[in-house]
């Protein structure tokens, strides 16, 4: 690993102080940013250990929560607010890694934590993710976990992340601090689209600290869930995710929200589908269309192509939960 500097942050302006330095990195939890120091991947000059700071905490909002960014991810998925409320982000939540991980990821951390493509892990292989212009190994390569949808030529990696794929399905906001004020970014726009510049994976700008996250009050909130798919029920990143919630009268669809992990360079939301669905009836024929709408955009790989049927019955799966 290469030497570093430590630094620990009283304040949040404290933070941006030091965050805000070329080549500083916020930790959390560290369970992303040590893995990957440790493999030399990320190769920070300076750490700014934000975890003294006061985010903790998840609050009501109106009949939704503000949830602190660094909330561990066991601390939400326990918290009565968010049991009453957000059962999607509860699903999400214990799907993802281990108890022990879940204790220390935070939800900053898990916003921003990085894919688990292996050609950007090993240190080794062309990735565009990883060094710039380098190439992607991946194109030529083995592409199992990889994505189908939101790819470019430059860069196919999965987002790795359940929690984001529930937010997404919840209309969650970002909020954020930085050297130029206060920022509050829709989940929608949070994450980047890999296009040329696979590198770049957020709206978040150098030095920029994620505060909390809001979920509003909805009609479909109560009625969310998350399924995921995954080799191994233990602990494994998603094959093919998906995050509903429906708002019903009677079995009619009065609104719908369709959020895809595991098969997509970023946290998915299947805008036609939840369109198409609008004012039709909870039946498994009406969800099996909603999810060919939702992967009708899908380039897949020989390796990966079992996705895009993997994906298609986890959304009919995940919405006749959802409408159960
Ligand atoms: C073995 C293993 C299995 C896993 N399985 C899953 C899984 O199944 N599903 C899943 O979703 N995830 C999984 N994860 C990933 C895990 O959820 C993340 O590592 C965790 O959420 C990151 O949170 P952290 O607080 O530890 O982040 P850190 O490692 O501390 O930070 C991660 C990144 O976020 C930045 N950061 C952290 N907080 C802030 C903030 N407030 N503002 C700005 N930047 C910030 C850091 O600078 C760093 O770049 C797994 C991880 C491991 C190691
Ligand atoms: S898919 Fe993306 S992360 Fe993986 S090797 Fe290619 S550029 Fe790197």
């Known amino acids: 690993m290469q030497p570093f500097a430590f630094v620990h942050a009283d304040s949040v302006d404290d933070a941006l102080a030091t965050g805000g330095r070329d080549g500083a990195r916020y930790i959390a939890g560290g369970t992303t940013l040590v893995d990957l120091m440790r493999l030399e991947v990320m190769r920070p000059r300076s750490i700014v250990d934000i975890t003294g700071l006061p985010l903790t905490a998840i609050e009501d909002m109106r009949g939704g929560v503000r949830i602190g960014a660094l909330a561990t991810n066991t601390g939400v998925a326990y918290h009565p607010l968010i049991t009453t409320r957000f059962p999607a982000l509860v699903e999400a939540l214990l ?4 108890p022990q991980l879940r204790n220390m990821a935070t939800v900053g951390g898990n916003l921003l ?6 050609y950007f892990r090993d240190g080794v292989s062309p990735c565009n993710k990883r060094a710039p212009g380098s190439g992607c190994a991946a194109l030529d390569g083995y592409t199992r976990s990889h994505a189908v949808l939101g790819t470019s030529g430059r860069c196919i990696a999965t987002h790795p992340s359940d929690m984001c794929v529930a937010l997404v399905a919840l209309d969650a906001t970002v909020h954020t601090r930085g050297p130029s004020g206060v920022r509050a970014i829709p989940i929608g726009d949070f994450h980047t689209l890999p296009g040329d510049h696979p590198e770049i994976e957020s709206a978040l700008l150098p030095g920029e600290l994620v505060t909390h996250v809001e979920l509003p009050a909805s009609a479909f909130a109560a009625r969310s869930r998350y399924t995921k798919v995954r080799d191994r029920a233990s602990f494994s990143f998603a094959l093919a995710s ?15 929200r369709i959020a895809l992990g595991g098969i997509a360079t970023k946290p998915w939301r299947a805008r036609e589908a939840e369109r198409w ?3 039709r009836a909870t039946t498994t024929d009406n969800f099996r269309r909603a999810a060919a709408i939702a992967l009708e955009g899908a380039s897949p790989r020989p390796d990966n192509a079992f996705k895009v049927e993997l994906a298609r019955r986890t959304i009919v799966r995940a919405l006749q939960r959802g409408a159960s």
């Open 95 to 98: 799907s993802g890694a281990s």
């Open 113 to 118: 934590q990085r894919t688990r493509c292996p």
């Open 242 to 256: 998906c995050a509903v919630a429906l708002d019903l009268r009677g079995t009619a669809i009065r609104d719908a």
């Open 277 to 279: 669905l609008l004012g």
